[in-house]
RNA sequence: GCCCCCAUCGUCUAGUGGCCCAGGACGAAGCCCUCUCAAGGCUUAAACCGGGAUUCGAAUUCCCGUGGGGGCACCA
């Protein structure tokens, strides 16, 4: 026993994304993203991206290159895909057309699916009958037991048709779910759902369930939404009489109340809080792929401590068997401590690297080298990396404009403040350099002797030298900006102070 | 309406019958540090949905409620 798991534990798992180019990838995809990854490369295993596509009418353009993107941005590279080739190519399922009919022949030669040549408006007009009568929606059965001979006779006729699948009427599916234990779903309770469309295109439950087989997929991560159906898939495998995967079906995220999905309404709210659970956002607001996955990796893993983690720690820690399966509520709060943390886990040329160009962005003309001067200083100030703006844009630029009632210190008008700006000036301008081991001992001592209190006297130094109330350090900031600029700025301080 | 899933501090979670008068993290409050803002250190408040049953013993097992979520397409 003891052995069985430790092989299991190294067998290489094969998994999958697979997601619809139907819009903007979003967290709930990423997070199974990065669990797939995780466990494949956990087990020296493969992660591979197949697109949905099968949904003609609802592709968006520009949406797969936008996952492709999206992927690459968080660093979960796949192995196999669309845009990077594979042995058990194609990875786009409108390319693999083929590959779905012939299986669907299959089904139906072995009697386990049959051609249907309901028309959507009659299957409609059931439908609104069965609702009538209170009755569950479901196919009613029209050519489930039609003669194959006519079924042949009509198909070779030109008329339109479907595949659909024989569910049992009797009995019960037994589906297992590695997370929720054995699903058990009265057959009865199951519909005959289509498996291939009339435009010869695959539905969902036929195209995954083939392609997880045909790509030897272990293990089938995806969301709780596939429950409903997923008897239906262990249905499908079984008809075909193949092995099925494992299968994980993970928690639904819910808005930040906790009631309810997130819907276009909060999406939007969020994004103006500066918080998004579109990855295309991500890096604009300043959210880095590390603090964004280690957030969505803990919203359906459990982890007992220490849960500050990089991908590769993540890797070595991450197990199916800690995957939750409660719905949990998005907290952007810690959305926001996890990316701060991990700034504060960056190193200065890696951090350096990463904010430049938000600074760029912004049209600053950005010194290396004073950057790398800066990063120390900001560092533990960073929630987000365009924080880096409110912290840092004054160390490249040529001018300061502070606002002339910052520069008042607390308690003070601005004569005494004036004589107080002065005073330092000339404490400065006698100093060797603009240090802070040469600058702050005497500026110190001076505000012993004013009997004024720290906060009052570098208040007005700091307005004075980096045109905002609040800033890094003080000394350390006056010491990068340079002694010229900082002199110069103290006196046109000065001169503001004595204008008011 | 029917079916399925879920249920521990406000939130994310640890917990797989005794180690739990329930641990960690975010957030909150307080203190310390302090030139602003942070970071850091220390401390506090805060939870096993309700009811039955099994058991010497239940957050942990079972049943019934209740609440929440998801699904009921020729969409995924």
């Avoid at 083939?210 to 089938?220: K, R």
């Avoid at 006056?478 to 204008?499: D, F, N, Q």
Wanted: net charge negative; charged share 25%.
């Amino acid at each position: 026993m003891i052995y069985g798991v430790f092989f299991l534990a190294l067998k290489p798992a094969r998994t999958r994304i697979a997601p619809s180019p139907t819009g903007h990838m979003h967290l709930g995809t990423a997070r199974v993203a990065l669990y797939d990854y995780l466990l494949a490369k956990k087990t020296g295993g493969q992660f591979i991206l197949r697109i949905e596509d099968t949904d003609l009418k609802r592709n968006v353009p520009g949406s797969e290159q936008g996952i492709f993107d999206g992927l690459r941005w968080l660093g979960l590279q796949y192995d196999e895909g669309p845009d990077v080739g594979g042995k058990y190519g194609p990875y786009r399922q409108t390319e693999r057309r083929e590959i779905y009919s012939q299986h669907a022949r299959i089904l139906v030669a072995n009697g386990s699916a049959y051609p249907c040549f309901c028309s959507t408006d009659q299957l409609e007009k059931t439908k609104q009958e069965q609702m009538k009568r209170k009755e569950n929606p479901h196919y009613d059965g029209t050519c489930r037991d039609m003669d194959p001979d006519e079924a042949a006779r009509r198909m070779a006729g030109g008329q339109a048709y479907t595949i659909r699948f024989r569910m049992p009427k009797e009995g019960t599916t037994i589906a297992h779910d590695h997370l929720r234990g054995d699903i058990v779903t009265e057959n009865k309770q199951l519909n005959d759902y289509v498996l291939l469309k009339s435009d010869g295109l695959p539905t969902y439950h036929l195209a995954a369930i083939v392609d997880d087989h045909e790509m030897e997929i272990t293990h089938v991560l995806r969301g709780s939404e596939w429950l409903g159906t997923f008897p239906l898939h262990v249905n499908i495998v079984r008809a075909f009489g193949w092995e099925e995967p494992i299968w994980i079906h993970l928690s639904v995220f819910l808005k930040p109340s906790g009631k309810g999905k997130m819907s276009k309404r909060e999406t939007a709210a969020a994004v103006k809080d500066g918080y998004s659970i579109f990855i295309k956002d991500l890096d604009e607001l300043g959210f880095t792929p590390e603090g964004f996955l280690n957030w969505s990796a803990l919203m359906g893993w459990g982890v007992a401590e220490d849960d500050v983690m990089n991908l590769d720690q993540m890797m070595d820690r991450f197990n199916i068997d800690h995957l939750t399966s409660s719905p949990a509520a998005i907290n952007f709060q810690k959305l926001d401590h996890f990316n701060a943390t991990h700034i504060r886990l960056f190193s200065t040329e890696g951090l350096a690297g990463r904010i430049k160009p938000y600074f760029i962005r912004e049209g600053l003309t950005v010194d290396d080298e004073v950057l790398l001067k800066i990063v120390p200083l900001l560092r533990e100030r960073l929630v987000t990396l365009d924080d880096c703006l409110s912290f840092g844009s004054f160390f490249f630029m040529e001018d300061v404009i502070p606002n002339p009632d910052d520069l008042i210190a607390k308690g003070l008008d601005a004569k005494q403040s004036a004589a107080i700006a002065r005073r330092m000036y000339e404490i400065l301008l006698a100093q060797p350099d603009i240090s802070h081991e040469s600058c702050e001992p005497p500026l110190r001592i001076y505000v012993e002797e004013s009997g004024l209190s720290a906060n009052q006297v570098f208040g007005i130094l700091r307005v004075a030298t980096t045109g905002q109330k609040v800033s890094p350090p003080l000394f350390e900031s006056m010491e990068i900006i340079g002694r010229e600029k900082c002199l110069g700025r103290v006196l046109k301080a000065i001169e503001i102070l004595e204008k008011l």
